[in-house]
């Protein structure tokens, strides 16, 4: 009746164990580090840069705990905080500026767990300390950045089906077109509002489907007819939605850079992102890079002046008015002029490919109207010149290609050549994506939350759930004695459950996750408290205490699983519709109810069959003396 078949035994034991393996590395604690890697996205590091390091680090005798080497970033481990910055000061010094050197902290946990996959779960920003950034768009960039695209794109069609028009510019957010003719006017409008009819927002649900693109007004003055075109609300929300997306990716895309575990990147509003760096502690380092670019520049290369005397000499300082000095790839040097003929602003997208001609990986440009008219009246002009691109990271320049112009290249592609493979034109293409924004934004909060507030937060939470547990510890002990002593184990079990699958989910803990556990361990002691009292209901009304264990747990498992079911779904909503802290609460909580009713139901249970299971006859069991039961 009260026993368990091995192999549920078995299993129990199995998930205390595989439980307290994920739970070891939360009790080894972080070291201050600092963390080293390049500036270039995919680019490896290699042992002359750690050889470097460690030499840097012994001339000016600071002391680490612990070097770690990988091929994309070189980690330092550090006793104190004071040998942490010190260490930082003298790594950038001797390395210069093509790493990035950052603050950060490093899990002491042994390898040997690293390598079985068991890592200390993630903290969130208020019990990890970090930095927190409110970012907010531009929309007036981006409206300006959109008509004007609109309006070249209106020019071309326009001129593509004959219809004469003698004026065309952008004023501030319509763009107006002047005509001679009201037919000529009528013309371009069913022209603009053909653009519009095959856009994404029609083919959605609700008023899109049955509205156009563009809102139209026109004015008849003297001889002139005026056609001013606006975008509608449903346009202008698309364009928000998607300059959003773009910029949430560029930051997820320059966040990794920082080596980041777990970061919050969300958006909040319409037209503002959150980010949250948990354990970064160079604010200034988390700054330069989330609001940097990785800038492409195309300059004309110096061809008069490019001799080898001339080369020569500006490799010595001596270099020639309006020209900079770059190399290569392959090391060349190469003398360009100072003037920008176009930046990275007006790349709207990147992606690598290959050379149909000659099988070779390169990127693929798709420049905006703007950049489009430049790059072609450039290419018109310069035909047997070279162009060189430049792409600058951190200050830090280099010329990714500098091919000839062979003939007038319009329409806005442009291919870069030069790629060494298809996996750099591939990182290549996704730095240019990253340091690509789709609109500019400014910071408008920025909030630091200090390791030590984070500490102090980590003591708080932890007491307050410690103190509780204890508390029921000696109330539900006084109260059930023995199957008090058993709820006990349960709750513990269930505890060690939830970190377990918070260590191995690698999910944040954040303060509302605190307070998700503290409830746990609350709904977890009702289930106790409901099996124990079903138990000791069937022992009033007669039965055998054999059979009332078995009764208990059975008529208990019902009561439980629907409180847990109804908790559950409002967890699973609070995770569907909320955000950032919200969320973190909403995963702890769900966890929290399948591991305390897997540990109230299976684990206790399994305790009082093991011990009472063998047993053919028992006159009393131990249930409580207080409001005492009499046993049969």
Do not use: C
Request: no cysteine.
């Amino acid at each position: 009746m009260n026993q368990y078949s091995s192999w549920k035994y078995i299993l129990i034991l199995l998930t205390i164990g595989l439980s307290l393996l994920y739970v070891t590395p939360n009790f080894y604690g972080e070291s201050f580090a600092v963390q080293v890697m390049p500036v270039k996205a995919g680019e490896t590091i290699d042992r002359s840069t750690l050889k470097l390091v460690e030499s840097s680090l012994d001339k000016a005798k600071i002391q680490n705990i612990g070097i770690a080497f990988e091929d994309t970033d070189i980690k330092i481990k550090f006793k104190e905080a004071n040998d942490q910055l010190n260490a930082k000061q003298v790594i950038e010094k001797s390395l210069g500026n093509k790493f990035v050197v950052a603050l950060n902290l490093i899990s002491n946990s042994p390898d040997w767990l690293s390598n079985l996959g068991a890592l200390p779960m993630y903290l969130g920003l208020d019990l990890r300390g970090g930095v927190h950034f409110l970012m907010q768009l531009d929309l007036s960039k981006l409206s300006e950045k959109k008509n004007d695209g609109f309006l070249v794109n209106v020019r071309k069609e326009l001129q593509k089906e004959n219809v004469k028009y003698y004026d065309s510019k952008v004023i501030n957010n319509y763009v107006q077109l002047k005509f001679k003719s009201e037919d000529a006017l009528n013309q371009a409008k069913n022209i603009i509002r053909a653009q519009g009819s095959g856009r994404s927002i029609f083919g959605g649900k609700g008023p899109a489907k049955e509205t156009e693109a563009f809102n139209f007004s026109q004015i008849k003055s003297n001889n002139e007819f005026i056609l001013k075109i606006k975008n509608n609300q449903y346009t202008d929300e698309e364009n928000v939605n998607f300059a959003l997306k773009q910029n949430l990716e560029t930051l997820h895309n320059r966040v990794n850079e920082l080596g980041v575990a777990e970061p919050i990147i969300q958006q909040q509003g319409k037209d503002r992102i959150v980010v949250q760096l948990p354990g970064v502690q160079d604010t200034a380092k988390a700054k330069e890079i989330i609001g940097r670019t990785a800038i492409l520049e195309m300059r004309m290369v110096d061809e008069e002046r490019s001799d080898p005397a001339t080369i020569e000499k500006a490799e010595n300082g001596q270099l020639p008015p309006g020209t900079e000095l770059y190399y290569d790839r392959s090391e060349n040097p190469l003398l360009v002029k100072k003037e920008v003929i176009l930046t990275g602003e007006r790349l709207e997208d990147a992606s690598p490919g290959v050379d149909q001609m000659t099988g070779q990986s390169v990127v693929y440009l798709d420049l905006d109207s703007v950049g489009t008219n430049i790059f072609k009246e450039v290419t018109r002009k310069n035909i047997g010149k070279r162009i060189a691109l430049l792409l600058i990271e951190k200050n830090y320049t280099e010329v990714i290609t500098a091919p000839k112009i062979k003939s007038e290249i319009g329409g806005g592609n442009v291919m870069i050549t030069g790629m060494e493979n298809a996996q750099e034109s591939t990182d290549i293409s996704l730095l240019l994506r990253a340091g690509s924004l789709s609109v500019p934004m400014e910071i408008v909060e920025e909030r630091t939350v200090g390791p030590s507030m984070g500490k102090e937060n980590i003591a708080r939470g932890v007491n307050s759930t410690m103190w509780g547990f204890a508390a029921i510890v000696v109330l539900i002990v006084a109260y059930y004695m023995f199957f008090g002593v058993v709820s006990v184990i349960g709750l513990s079990v269930n505890l060690l459950f939830l970190t377990a699958l918070l260590s191995a989910l690698q999910a944040t803990l954040t303060l509302p996750g605190l307070a998700a556990i503290a409830i746990t361990i609350g709904m977890a002691i009702d289930a106790n408290v409901l099996i124990n009292e079903r138990i000791r209901d069937e022992i009033r009304n007669g039965m055998p205490p054999q059979r009332s264990i078995s009764q208990g747990y059975d008529k208990a498992w019902g009561t439980i699983l629907d409180s847990n079911i109804t908790t559950m779904i409002a967890g699973l909503a609070l995770f569907m519709f909320g955000s950032g802290p919200i969320k973190g609460f909403a995963v702890v909580l769900v966890l929290g109810i399948l591991t305390s009713v897997y540990s109230a139901i299976f684990v206790s249970r399994g305790i009082v069959n093991y011990i009472y299971g063998n047993k053919r006859t028992i006159k009393k069991i131990s249930i409580g003396e207080i409001f005492k039961v009499e046993n049969n």
